[in-house]
């Protein structure tokens, strides 16, 4: 990559030159970091303060040190630990499901035809669904009683299946519904970076020989793998979020059998009003999932490199 | 020779067809659950949950006239456009730079910078949203669309910078350095090289920033009280509705209505995005 | 000479504009810096505005329909109501009125709520403080005392009803009788509902699969399903918390209540375990069950709107819950309006809100809206034309209303009352589903609720 001066000299326009281009490198990460520095450091300090501290639910401000009381009830509390689990369950299943669904639909759609374009617009749709309209149209197409799929399956002669009541059955149903809403995100930016592939090299490959299995495998894969891990990275941080979903469809239940992390903290924040805890607890989970991040980071740079 | 060429021809062209087809079966099995919204939208309460569903039934759109008036929705379908492009534009431009920085550009301590960024996207929401508030209140801000803007932001530029960030690794490194040796300085590479040519990534990064921004529930429930509140919020007090039961009716059809815009945008956007790829096709 | 007196004249006449001008902008002023707290409820040239935080599901309503009528008696009042969705209302509300100025004059807030909201020291004492706004015939004891107990917390009255709902049992006559049972009256016990309850499940059309059933419910993962088995809990005279708000419920009585209520699913209809709110008025709505056990603000959607309903008013029936071994049961859910202490316009906020649970303002709110009334006056009275569904509905909430203040039907009355909820819901719910017995679920929601409450 080219360099505009050399490092290694104090002369003076040089020294100016090189703090130019320092400049003018930094200049690229100003816009963000200035912003997220505004908005993320009061609200992240707030956080970690509070998680240390008793809240005076008269001034939402901190009283007195508890120092880790809070961590230690976070990691001792059996269903914070049990919504964790059930958390990496649903996280094993769905993140795996959708990139691959995704990456083959983009596939598919990338085909050249007129309605290209409508069909990738219309597979935005499940997308843009309002969380709560989502959860709620798939509990009623659910529901053992008067759902679609039940109907319909029960015309196959299949028993009335109890989606939302079983415990696996409803962990079933919420990676089918966040499938079925976050594949299309996989399939666009994966379609988008099909598109942006630099079509020689899939020419050269064409001229050597090489059939559909070795093109994929030794050619689109690994100049993929940056969008692949890209996708992989922000579907997960996404994933660890879901709440919405599960608060429409099951409410976290039967009992705890999908109550995921981010909804149990909810509840603890909005309906118990424990703050503080639910701050110490938001706590441990960035820290789980900062450290997870960064082993899928590492992994996805040695891919990059070996490609 | 020649029929073998041809049966190879036709060969290409089935497996061009069935790759259409199954794209397009695809697209039709995902969209059945919201083709059913479409449908409960136009359907009188009493008859979303019969048993088996009603499939033939006289269809109303007393949902959309009585109901959406009752409940501001154009107000809040307003709030909600300005709040998600206005956040996915800022995004935009702020994470693709960054994540350009990050992709291309050697600076110490970048890399660190970048993912503690990602990081960011780690908290739970819940935990963000309240001092948000409690900093919004003290500045006067509450209730404002800058806010929401700005809350918006925080999750959405970590989300572009990364997704960009792998785009731009892509690129080959030449692009640079042939703009550079031309006498450009990096931003003017940057915009007038680096820019175009990865509008796809781009645009479908706006695409789906736009998405998040318009769905997003948590921060608008606590930031906002009325003058900018935004369509989930709407959807999530019908949904809600603890005095009469949810009028599922109104669900699908502010469901339906919200799902519109988005999908308009996209259909325009895609075909600038397809020409846009043309014309990179043709300089190669 | 003219000349000098025209000009003295003009001097004249600019000067006493000027006295005048400065005059007006000092009343102006002075006015809002030395004008009775209250601020009046307003004149003609200096209206009051007041906001006022709600549940998003009748805000509108209010915004809509309460308010102009408001209007006709105090047109100086303007009045914006927010709706928020009632799973961050409270939250929504303790934000706001722990700030220094706070957004909101009313808040309405749910029964568990006014503990905690009151504890901030946030809201207004009514009975003290608006004493001197209160008119003279308001009538504090015309209330049954259980709606008004919503709104007191340790001694002070901090808000009064406005929406005054209960946990009732609703019947679909025609089921009962197509069954062959009879009808229950507000003498059903629960030894009898659960005789009855085998019957109710039928193959009405004949193709060898039940479609009726005998009840539904909430038995979901909700804070507002541990209400069902509480109620039958109060029903036989035992409660939720003690004197000491120590754990009440984990003994027999305890166990037999939750037991009643997992004891349901079997005679409620498929995927019952998943039903909550929604889905089990629907069930009714659609003519599917015999029974339901919801809150009476139903009714209207229920048994007379045919946009949303099959069924009709000669068919449902509403009534107290089955009785227990020492009374019928009812559950109260009481939507209180309170008023913010750091308001600067407490009186037009108390103008409001006693105009709504004033004698004159309940008969109207329940004649046109449909709203449900908390006092004695207005449960007696005759509903108007139009509003005739409302007579079943009165005769049942005066009944409700007795009960629940006999067998202290509610809540816990503490600031941590939500969170004492939460942990009943999630252990209930893992009851209901099957996932462990009714004495496991409540041993273990006994041992955290004692631990929340030290």
Redesign the interface.
């Known amino acids: 990559m080219a360099r505009l001066s050399s490092q290694t000299t104090t002369h003076p326009s040089r020294r100016r030159t090189h703090t130019i281009d320092l400049f003018s490198r930094w200049s690229f990460l100003t816009p963000a970091t200035v912003i997220l520095v505004a908005v993320l450091a009061y609200p992240i300090i707030y956080t970690i303060v509070i998680s240390f501290s008793e809240l005076s639910l008269a001034t939402f401000s901190p009283t007195s040190w508890v120092g880790l009381d809070h961590y230690i009830d976070a990691l001792t509390n059996r269903n914070f630990l049990n919504s964790i689990l059930v958390t990496g369950v649903y996280l094993l299943f769905a993140l795996p499901i959708q990139m691959l669904l995704g990456f083959g639909t983009a596939f598919l759609m990338n085909a050249e035809w007129k309605g290209r374009g409508v069909v990738r617009a219309l597979f935005l749709i499940p997308m843009v669904v309002a969380p709560v309209v989502a959860g709620g149209i798939w509990r009623q197409l659910l529901d053992p009683l008067w759902g679609a799929v039940n109907w319909f399956i029960g015309l196959f002669g299949a028993p009335a299946l109890d989606w939302l009541g079983d415990p696996t059955l409803a962990m079933i149903t919420i990676v089918l519904i966040d499938t079925w809403r976050w594949t299309p995100f996989v399939a666009l930016i994966a379609a988008a970076a099909m598109l942006s592939l630099p079509s020689d090299v899939f020419e050269a490959a064409r001229i050597d020989g090489a059939n559909w299995w070795q093109t994929l495998t030794k050619v689109t894969i690994p100049l993929l793998t940056p969008i692949i891990a890209a996708t992989f990275v922000v579907r997960w941080l996404g994933a660890v979020k879901m709440f919405d979903i599960v608060l429409a469809s099951t409410k976290g239940g039967p009992g705890q059998a999908t109550n995921v992390v981010n909804l149990y903290i909810y509840e603890e924040a909005f309906r118990g009003l424990h703050f503080a805890e639910a701050s110490a607890m938001s706590v441990v989970v960035l820290v789980i999932t900062m450290v997870l991040t960064a082993v899928f980071l590492r992994m996805s740079n040695k891919l990059e490199e070996k490609f | 020779m020649s029929i073998a060429v041809r049966s190879h021809r036709t060969q290409k062209r089935t497996a061009h067809l069935v790759r259409i087809w199954a794209g397009v079966i695809v697209c039709l099995l995902f969209l059945f659950p919201v083709l059913w919204m479409v449908m409960t939208s136009f359907k009188l309460p009493k008859d979303i949950f019969t048993v088996p569903p009603t499939i033939f039934f006289t269809p109303t759109i007393e949902t959309y006239t009585s109901y959406l008036q009752y409940a501001d929705v154009p107000q809040r379908m307003l709030n909600t456009v300005i709040v998600a492009f206005g956040a996915s534009i800022v995004s935009i431009v702020a994470g693709a730079m960054a994540g350009y920085a990050l992709a291309r550009i050697r600076i110490r301590g970048a890399a660190t910078l970048g993912v503690l960024i990602l990081a960011s996207r780690g908290v739970p929401p819940i935990a963000l949203a309240v001092p948000m508030f409690l900093v919004a209140r003290n500045l006067g801000l509450a209730d404002t669309h800058i806010v929401l803007i700005l809350a918006y932001c925080s999750f959405l530029i970590p989300y572009v910078m990364w997704l960009l960030r792998g785009f731009f690794v892509a690129l080959p490194k030449e692009l640079e350095e042939a703009a550079q040796l031309d006498g450009c300085s990096r931003m003017g590479a940057f915009f007038r090289i680096i820019v175009p040519i990865s509008l796809p990534g781009i645009v479908s990064a706006l695409i789906f920033s736009v998405i998040l921004a318009w769905e997003e529930l948590l921060f608008a429930l606590v930031l906002t009280n009325n003058f900018a509140t935004t369509i989930p919020v709407a959807v999530a007090g019908i949904a809600g509705d603890t005095v009469n039961g949810a009028n599922w009716g109104a669900l699908a059809a502010v469901g339906t209505l919200t799902v519109i815009p988005v999908v308009i945008f996209a259909l325009l956007v895609q075909k600038w995005l397809i020409r846009g790829m043309a014309e990179g096709a043709t300089k190669g | 000479m003219t000349h000098t007196l025209r000009k003295t004249a003009r001097r004249a006449v600019i000067g006493g504009l000027l006295a005048t001008a400065m005059v007006v902008v000092a009343g102006c002023s002075s006015g809002s810096a030395g004008a009775p707290e209250g601020g009046g409820v307003g004149t003609a040239d200096k209206p009051v505005s007041i906001r006022m935080?709600a549940?998003?599901?009748?805000a509108?309503q209010w915004q809509?329909l309460m308010v102009p009528e408001f209007n006709k008696d105090f047109p100086n009042i303007k009045v914006?109501i927010?709706?928020?969705?009632?799973?961050?209302l409270?939250?929504?509300s303790?934000?706001d009125q722990?700030?220094a100025k706070p957004?909101y004059d009313v808040i309405i807030a749910d029964d568990p709520w006014i503990p905690?909201l009151a504890?901030?020291?946030?809201l207004l004492d009514l009975k003290k403080d608006a004493k001197e706004w209160t008119a003279d015939d308001y009538d504090w004891d015309d209330f049954y005392a259980a709606p008004l107990a919503a709104g007191e917390w340790d001694g002070v009255q901090y808000g009064v009803p406005v929406r005054s709902n209960l946990l009732l049992m609703f019947t679909n006559k025609k089921l009962y009788q197509d069954a062959g049972v009879p009808v229950p009256t507000d003498k059903l016990t629960w030894d009898e509902f659960f005789e009855q309850a085998p019957k109710l499940v039928r193959d009405t059309d004949g193709d060898g699969k039940d479609?009726v059933w005998a009840t539904d419910t909430y038995f979901?993962?909700?804070?507002l399903t541990p209400t069902i088995w509480q109620t039958v809990l109060n029903s036989d005279g035992g409660q939720l918390l003690d004197k000491d708000n120590k754990p009440a419920f984990d003994n027999a009585d305890g166990v037999k209540a939750l037991q009643t209520q997992i004891d349901m699913i079997e005679f409620a209809?498929?995927?019952a375990?998943?039903h909550?709110?929604?889905?089990s008025?629907?069930?009714f709505?659609?003519g599917?069950v015999a029974s339901l056990f919801m809150?009476g603000?139903?009714f209207k959607?229920t048994a007379v709107d045919?946009?949303?309903?099959?069924l009709t008013p000669d068919q449902v029936g509403i009534q107290v819950m089955p009785a227990g071994e020492k009374m019928a049961g009812a559950h109260r859910g009481i939507w209180s309006a309170a008023v913010s202490a750091k308001s600067p316009n407490a009186e037009a906020a108390w103008a409001l809100t006693q105009w709504l649970s004033s004698k004159k303002g309940e008969v109207w709110q329940a004649n046109k809206l449909g709203v449900f009334p908390a006092r004695k006056s207005t449960l007696a009275s005759t509903p108007e034309a139009g509003s005739e569904w409302l007579a079943p509905v009165f005769t049942a909430l005066a009944e409700g209303f007795q009960v629940a203040g006999e067998g202290e039907m509610w809540r816990p009355r503490l600031?941590?009352s939500?969170?004492v909820?939460?942990i009943l819901a999630?252990e209930t719910?893992?009851a209901?589903?099957g996932?462990?017995s009714a004495k496991e679920a409540l041993d273990n929601a006994a041992d955290q609720v004692e631990k929340l409450l030290g």
């Open positions: 935080i549940n998003e599901a009748f509108n809509e914006q927010d709706g928020v969705p009632y799973a961050e409270l939250a929504k303790m934000l722990t700030g957004t905690q504890q901030t020291g946030s479609d979901t993962r909700d804070s209809p498929p995927g375990s998943t909550g709110f929604n889905e008025l629907e069930a709505r659609q599917k809150w603000s139903v959607g045919t946009d949303t309903t099959t600031p941590e939500d969170a909820q939460q999630t719910a893992r209901t589903s996932e462990i």
